[in-house]
C-alpha cells in the first residue's frame, strides 16, 4: 500500500493537472494517476493517432467507435480548444519561426492528455477537425504521430455546413480559413457562402493528401464516412487495425452508429438531388477532381 505521503503528493499533483479538463479527461487522469498494478505492456509507447477532416463528416462518431477499442483514449474535442490555432498555421505556414511556436502551443495543450494515455500503456487519439491544419506539429513532437484522413462526399458536408451557416454568420467563422494566394483569394469577397464551402472541402482535403503523401504509408489511413456509417467491414478493420485492435463486437458498434452523434437537425438547404444545375455544375467545378479520387461521382 502506498504512504500517506505518497498518496498527499498524487492528490496534489492530480488536482494541478484537472483545472480546465473535461469531465472524461478527468476521469481518465483519476484512473491512470491511482493505477497501484501496472503491467509491463502499460509501459509500452503507443504512437498519439488524430483524425483530420474538414468537419461534419462523423467526427464525434468516430471518436465514440475510437472509444471502443482497447487501451485507447479517445477524444472528440478535448481542452483547450484549438479553434484559430489551425487557421493561424494555415495563414503562416511559410513565416519564420511558425513551427516552433506551433510545437510549443501543442505541447501545452495536449501534452499532458498524450503522456496520461502513455502512463496508462493507452494511446491518444483525437478527432476534432481543429487539428487538421496543425497536424505537422504533432508529428514533430512525436515522430511515430498517425493520422486517419476521414473524408466525406462534399455534396453531404456542404449541405450541412450551409445549415449551420459557416461563413454566413456562424460564431465559429472568425477562426475558419480563407484563402491566402490566387485567384481564390482574388475572389473571395464576392463568393457566396456556399462557394466558399466548396472550396473549404477542396482545400482542406488537398491539405490533407498532401501531408500523407509526404509521410510513410503506415502513417496515414483514408477512411470514408460513408463506408463507416454503413459498417462496411473492410473499413472497420482497416479503422481498429490502426489503432492496433480487434473489431468490437456488431452490438457495440451499432449502439454508437445508431446515436447518429452530434447530426444536423437545425437550418435549411436543399438536399443535393434538388440543387438547380448551375450548382452542380460549380460544384464539380471546385470539388470533382479531388472527389472523384474518393470514388464520389458528382
Not at 511558425?98 to 492528455?113: K, Y
Not at 514533430?140 to 476521414?150: G, N
Request: one cysteine or more; charged letters at 25%.
Amino acid at each position: 500500500m502506498p504512504t500517506a505521503a505518497t498518496v498527499n503528493r498524487k492528490l496534489r499533483a492530480l488536482a494541478d493537472g484537472l483545472l480546465d479538463l473535461t469531465l472524461r479527461q478527468t476521469l481518465y487522469m483519476i484512473r491512470c494517476r491511482f493505477a497501484l498494478h501496472r503491467s509491463s505492456e502499460h509501459s509500452a509507447a503507443r504512437a498519439p493517432v488524430f483524425a483530420l477532416s474538414t468537419g461534419r463528416v462523423g467526427t464525434q462518431t468516430l471518436a465514440a467507435l475510437l472509444a471502443l477499442a482497447r487501451q485507447t483514449h479517445a477524444y472528440h474535442e478535448p481542452l483547450p480548444l484549438l479553434y484559430g490555432l489551425g487557421q493561424a498555421v494555415y495563414r503562416c505556414a511559410s513565416c519564420a519561426a511558425v513551427d516552433e511556436i506551433l510545437m510549443h502551443s501543442l505541447s501545452l495543450a495536449r501534452g499532458h492528455l498524450i503522456e496520461t494515455a502513455r502512463q496508462c500503456g493507452a494511446r491518444y487519439v483525437e478527432t476534432s477537425p481543429q487539428v487538421t491544419f496543425v497536424a505537422h506539429g504533432f508529428r514533430a513532437l512525436e515522430p511515430d504521430t498517425k493520422f486517419i484522413h476521414l473524408v466525406r462526399d462534399p455534396r453531404d458536408v456542404v449541405r450541412s455546413a450551409m445549415r449551420r451557416k459557416w461563413y454566413e454568420g456562424n460564431i465559429a467563422d472568425a477562426t475558419r480559413i480563407s484563402p491566402v494566394s490566387g485567384d481564390a483569394r482574388a475572389r473571395w469577397a464576392r463568393y457566396s457562402p456556399f462557394e466558399k464551402n466548396l472550396w473549404l472541402w477542396q482545400e482542406t482535403n488537398v491539405w490533407i493528401a498532401k501531408l500523407c503523401a509526404n509521410l510513410p504509408a503506415s502513417a496515414c489511413i483514408l477512411i470514408r464516412a460513408e463506408d463507416l456509417f454503413a459498417e462496411e467491414r473492410a473499413t472497420l478493420e482497416k479503422l481498429y487495425a490502426f489503432v492496433d485492435s480487434e473489431v468490437p463486437s456488431n452490438r457495440r458498434l451499432r449502439r454508437v452508429l445508431r446515436m447518429k452523434l452530434n447530426r444536423q437537425l437545425t437550418g435549411a438547404f436543399p438536399e443535393a438531388e434538388a440543387w438547380d444545375p448551375d450548382t452542380y455544375e460549380r460544384l464539380r467545378e471546385v470539388c470533382g477532381a479531388a472527389a472523384e479520387t474518393y470514388g464520389y461521382r458528382l
